[in-house]
């Protein structure tokens, strides 16, 4: 099965993250990717530089029309930077793809630390996308921000996963990167229990998109009907081969190799001579 992912989520000029990095993922994964752009970025390896908001209306019009012509299997959600495009986005996907699940990646800074969700979208977000939630996907800083626990270890996020689970998403993945130490630990919560996902640190700075990569290769397995620990176990996976095979582009923070699933095809001069 293919499976269906509508991505709504912001562009990522310099290809890392966001739109592309999902469109990349998903593909790679051999699911199909839709989206709704919320908003354009001029931005490269060492940060953010410029943010173009999309018009809600207009949001909601990408959301209605991929909805009633090609329809999705689930839904990833990123870079949602303002109340409004919380509201729009959440309230369109409610009318046209109802009972649908979503991955919500709670965007709130980039690699470099630029801020892209405003406060008062924090809120909204809290209130309106983590209820509609199948998967919320927050990184150390963003599961403080939105739990209000500060996380200094496991147990933290332990605690804070909970805090975050309460809040209404049917499962949190608290993922453990911004913790020191030698093996990073992912942390899998929902009503009937806990998993971790573990795996050795690579020392690298090319690591941006790591968010927007792991919650749209989730997305992409429960398009296409794979349970949710199995979803994020493949995903995990997928974004550590990602990063350990990164090409190295960029002076700053750079992408992930996303395509290191794809099959690579002969050159056409390859058997000449």
Not at 158 to 176: E, F, M, N, S, Y
Not at 212 to 235: F, H, K, N, P, Y
Not at 241 to 257: K, M, Q, S, V
Request: charged share 15%; aromatic share 4%; with cysteine.
């Amino acid at each position: 099965m293919m499976g269906r992912v509508l991505v709504v989520a912001g562009s990522d000029s310099g290809g890392g993250a966001g739109i592309q990095a999902d469109i990349k993922t998903i593909t790679a994964l051999d699911g199909y990717a839709a989206t709704a752009v919320t908003a354009l970025t001029a931005q490269d390896t060492n940060g953010v530089h410029g943010v173009i908001g999309v018009d809600p209306d207009f949001i909601r019009l990408q959301i209605r029309l991929v909805a009633a012509d090609i329809g999705a299997d689930c839904i990833k959600t990123g870079m949602l930077h303002s109340a409004q495009v919380v509201e729009a986005a959440f309230e369109q996907l409610e009318e046209s793809l109802p009972g649908v699940p979503i991955v919500v990646d709670p965007v709130l800074a980039a690699k470099g630390g630029a801020a892209l969700l405003d406060s008062e979208a924090l809120a909204t977000l809290r209130e309106i996308a983590l209820p509609r939630a199948a998967v919320l996907t927050p990184n150390v800083p963003e599961a403080e921000a939105l739990s209000g626990f500060a996380i200094g270890n496991f147990t933290d996020m332990q605690r804070a996963a909970a805090a975050l689970l309460a809040l209404g998403p049917r499962a949190v993945l608290l993922k453990g990167g911004h913790l020191g130490g030698a093996i990073v630990r992912d942390l899998l919560v929902t009503s009937g229990g806990s998993r971790s996902f573990e795996a050795r640190r690579i020392d690298t700075r090319h690591t941006h998109g790591t968010g927007c990569t792991l919650a749209s290769a989730i997305a992409a397995g429960i398009a296409q009907g794979m349970a949710l620990e199995d979803a994020v176990g493949r995903a995990h996976a997928y974004v550590q081969e990602a990063i350990r095979t990164a090409p190295g582009f960029g002076t700053g923070h750079g992408p992930l190799n996303h395509a290191h699933t794809v099959r690579k095809f002969p050159s056409p001069l390859e058997g000449e001579g």
